[in-house]
């Protein structure tokens, strides 16, 4: 397999597939990056300096204290009005939790190719491996494997270890029980700073939950082997996340840039925090006041890299609109009504997202349904 990509028939745990895949441990010792997997010079430029993030202290507000709750939300507004990003300690998590999460995820990413291939994405959907996105998108690769998996709170059944034990059975069993419970975790944070999200722009404090809470989030863990030639490829290219609110750790090898002030500036690895950013969606939710920032993942010459991506979304099909009372403040009503199934839709079936995804977005949704602003 001269060019690395192989397409093969593999039999999927729900059909029998035809996939495009490249095989990552091929990849690791190449030389030189496969064309497919370059990007244009202006994504891949180095990053220039560290990014200050706010460091947000959640814990005096998650024990109900009122003066640090105060603080926090000036400093989150702060943060989200200029660019969508900071950093959350003390937020609750178990240390031990993230650190098992990481240790399941590597058992999964070692796991010989066909055994991945047996749970890759089906086409059009969000759920299982990918390598590459090969199957998908045939140029600008991004250089990372993925496994994703939908999280959502349901009292009769625990559905992230029921996708476990149905797709890659007993010997994942305890993967499946670590990621039910990461999940939870993270939904309960994310429910916590949309409070915090709410006080900060002068809305209800549950206005924002009620969306959330019978919502179907994305669990992403993100695995980029290292890369001879890190200057012409990417883990993840630039994109504003399409979702409300994302919750990541990275590892320690850091590659986390986010683009600011007209320059690539990189979040560096701090074990102890969670990196919170703001996604296009609830950059609607907030009459564009709050910032969908463009970031992406470089690789490393010499170490892989891991993350892990919790992405909060709101249930399919409430309405996605920003509160009245601040559309009335601001004078216009910046973005049309829209549901987050459409935007799903609209990332899965006809747009790779990317820096401009809500933008074309609006433009897609005025142009097949008109409505008005
Ligand atoms: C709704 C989603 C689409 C992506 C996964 C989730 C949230 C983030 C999106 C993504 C990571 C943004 C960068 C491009 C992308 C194609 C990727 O590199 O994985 C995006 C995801 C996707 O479409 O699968
Ligand atoms: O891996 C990372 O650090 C970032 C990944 C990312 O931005 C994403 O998956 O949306
Ligand atoms: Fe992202």
Not at 37 to 43: A, D, G, I, L, Q
Not at 252 to 279: H, Y
Request: a neutral charge.
């Amino acid at each position: 397999m001269d060019s690395g990509l192989c397409l093969v028939s593999s039999l999927n745990h729900h059909q029998d597939v035809q996939t495009c895949f490249f095989d990552p441990s091929w990849l690791r010792v190449q030389p030189q990056v496969p064309m497919s997997f370059v990007w244009p010079k202006e994504c891949v430029v180095d990053a220039n300096g560290e990014f200050q993030t706010p460091l947000v202290d959640l814990g005096g507000f998650l024990r109900g204290d009122d003066k640090a709750t105060h603080r926090v939300v000036k400093l989150i507004r702060k943060a989200c009005s200029t660019h969508g990003f900071f950093q959350v300690i003390n937020h609750g998590v178990d240390p031990l939790l993230i650190h098992e999460a990481y240790d399941q995820m590597d058992a999964f990413f070692k796991l010989p190719i066909h055994r991945k291939l047996c749970v890759c994405k089906t086409p059009g959907s969000l759920w299982g491996y990918s390598g590459a996105h090969a199957d998908r998108f045939s140029s600008k690769l991004p250089w990372k494997e993925t496994f994703s998996f939908p999280f959502h709170d349901n009292i009769l059944q625990p559905v992230v270890n029921n996708f476990f034990k149905s797709t890659l059975g007993k010997d994942f069993e305890q993967a499946g029980v670590a990621f039910q419970k990461y999940c939870e975790a993270m939904k309960e944070l994310g429910m916590k700073l949309l409070e915090l999200l709410a006080i900060s722009l002068g809305v209800d404090k549950l206005h924002y939950k009620k969306l959330f809470e019978d919502g179907c989030s994305i669990m992403r863990c993100n695995y980029y082997p290292s890369c001879q030639q890190p200057s012409l490829a990417l883990g993840t290219g630039p994109h504003c996340d399409p979702t409300s609110l994302t919750i990541l750790h990275q590892d320690q090898v850091g590659g986390l840039d986010v683009f600011a002030d007209n320059r690539w500036q990189t979040i560096p690895p701090r074990p102890d925090a969670l990196v919170i950013n703001i996604g296009d969606t609830f950059m609607a939710l907030s009459n564009g006041r709050y910032k969908s920032c463009v970031h992406r993942a470089v690789v490393n010459k010499y170490k892989e890299r891991r993350s892990l991506a919790f992405f909060l979304c709101p249930k399919e099909d409430k309405v996605v609109r920003a509160p009245e009372d601040i559309v009335r403040k601001d004078g216009t009503k910046q973005y049309p009504d829209f549901t987050w199934s459409n935007l799903l839709e609209f990332t899965q079936k006809y747009y790779r997202a990317d820096e401009a995804t809500l933008q074309n977005f609006t433009k897609w949704l005025q142009s097949s349904k008109p409505q008005t602003l």
